[in-house]
């Protein structure tokens, strides 16, 4: 299967001649297909990318100046091995720290032996939460209870109307056959709305009708609808009493009840870019289309209070009654509708090298929160200032190693020049 990271897992038949591929096909048997993108497709071109690593470096300049010479194998392990005990020896386990993320979801270079190998030698501190969708996820835990909340994709034939909100499938995929799906329903007659600063590939070849957006504004449009449908009485009330709590509170803060401030759309067209009339167009739209799905994308929640949009977009599809129907959707995160993402549980393949437990964390009981969250780990957001602070600023340990694996920490999360900043303070870093 391709092990790229945007959850298709679809089918990759590679031909080889002496150890070398030749030619990528992929899934053309019956429908449905797990048919690859042309990402998958190419994978021949990455796996002889002339500049991927297939041999250890080692830096020798300044850390930051990029210069490195070419090691043995030996002497790559050697180093690690020497540098981790030291540090470990001189400043205790919890001054390593382990950054993994999923990047590629691979069987065997996954962060998971990495993760058995510190723990087998003492422990090592461990990051926790998501930056790819952690607005995403805090939103449907604190709001369902969970984080798997989307109907399949194949349910998106029985939508009569499919909101794509900086949903880009057509480029990230989210899921196998998600554009199969979406080409169906709009050929069966299905009405679909792009909202996204960019035509992306998706609004190009799917849309209907593109509303353009100013990025991060999407919470204010999403209010702003919700106060068309309050003020025109186009909310589902009865789904909204029998399966909600807190809606007088949202509606009262939504109409301005609560502050003074009505979040009408010609308060929101100023923040958006979005003219109020659109705004109302598409609120009326989507209250009164059934079934429809509000399939949201984790950009949007990429940004300050991101998780606020999640929120609110996940309120809209219960004001609808779409929660929990065919055709509709949950509004949350528009990519778990299996497993994380996942069409099946890759999660296996990490686990099939067995987990022994982080000494580091045996002292402290499993503290419940948004996602992975145990003491003495720190947020992902957190670690370049953990780094740098260590226990002066009431982090558990000063850290002084920093183990990378499947990620790049420097320019994949937030705050790199922080992140430059605190890598230049480390003793050693191996990735
Ligand atoms: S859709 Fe995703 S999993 Fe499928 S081939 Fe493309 S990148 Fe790979």
């Known amino acids: 299967m391709c092990a790229s990271h945007c959850g298709g897992a679809c089918l990759l038949k590679v031909h080889v001649r002496d150890g070398i591929i030749t030619r990528i096909e992929t899934d053309d048997g019956e429908e449905p297909q797990l048919r690859g993108c042309l990402r998958g497709r190419a994978y021949r071109q990455r796996v002889y990318a002339p500049d991927r690593l297939l041999y250890p470096l080692k830096r020798v300049g300044q850390r930051g100046e990029g210069k490195f010479e070419r090691i043995s194998w030996d002497e790559a392990l050697d180093t690690t091995a020497r540098e981790l005990l030291r540090v470990r020896d001189t400043y205790g386990p919890a001054s390593i720290i382990l950054a993994q993320m999923t990047g590629d979801v691979c069987s065997l270079?996954?962060?998971?032996?990495?993760?058995?190998?510190?723990?087998?030698a003492g422990g090592y501190t461990s990051p926790w939460g998501v930056t790819s969708f952690q607005g995403g996820v805090y939103a449907s835990l604190v709001t369902y209870g969970t984080w798997f909340c989307s109907n399949t994709r194949d349910d998106l034939l029985n939508s009569r109307l499919i909101i794509m909100w900086g949903w880009d499938p057509a480029s990230t995929v989210t899921g196998p056959n998600t554009c199969w799906y979406l080409a169906q329903a709009r050929e069966a007659g299905a009405r679909i709305i792009c909202v996204d600063p960019r035509y992306t590939d998706s609004a190009a070849t799917f849309a209907h009708q593109w509303i353009p957006i100013r990025p991060g504004t999407d919470t204010a449009m999403l209010l702003a609808m919700a106060h068309v449908m309050i003020r025109e009485k186009l909310h589902d009330q009865a789904f909204l009493s029998t399966y909600t709590v807190g809606f007088d509170r949202f509606s009262d803060y939504v109409m301005g009840a609560e502050d003074g401030l009505p979040k009408t759309p010609r308060w929101a067209e100023p923040i958006t870019g979005v003219p109020a009339a659109t705004i109302e167009?598409?609120?009326?739209?989507?209250a009164t289309t059934r079934p429809a799905a509000l399939m949201t994308g984790i950009a949007p929640g990429r940004t300050a209070y991101g998780e606020q949009y999640h929120r609110a977009a996940i309120t809209l599809a219960?004001?609808?009654g779409n929660v929990g129907v065919h055709g509709g959707d949950a509004g949350a995160r528009a990519w778990e509708s299996v497993m994380?993402?996942?069409?099946?549980?890759?999660?296996s393949m990490i686990s099939a090298i067995p987990r022994v437990s982080n000494p580091v964390e045996k002292a402290f009981p499993r503290t419940a929160g948004p996602l992975f969250y145990r003491r003495p780990r720190i947020h992902f957001s957190r670690l370049a200032d953990a780094i740098l602070k260590g226990k002066a600023g009431g982090y558990h340990a000063d850290y002084k190693a920093l183990v990378v694996a499947q990620c790049n920490y420097l320019v994949q999360f937030p705050n790199s020049n922080k992140i430059a900043r605190a890598l230049m303070s480390l003793e050693f870093m191996v990735l």
């Open 109 to 120: 270079n996954n962060f998971g032996a990495m993760d058995r190998l510190l723990s087998m």
């Open 281 to 286: 167009q598409l609120a009326r739209e989507y």
């Open 340 to 347: 994380g993402g996942f069409p099946y549980p890759v999660n």
């Open 318 to 320: 219960a004001m609808t």
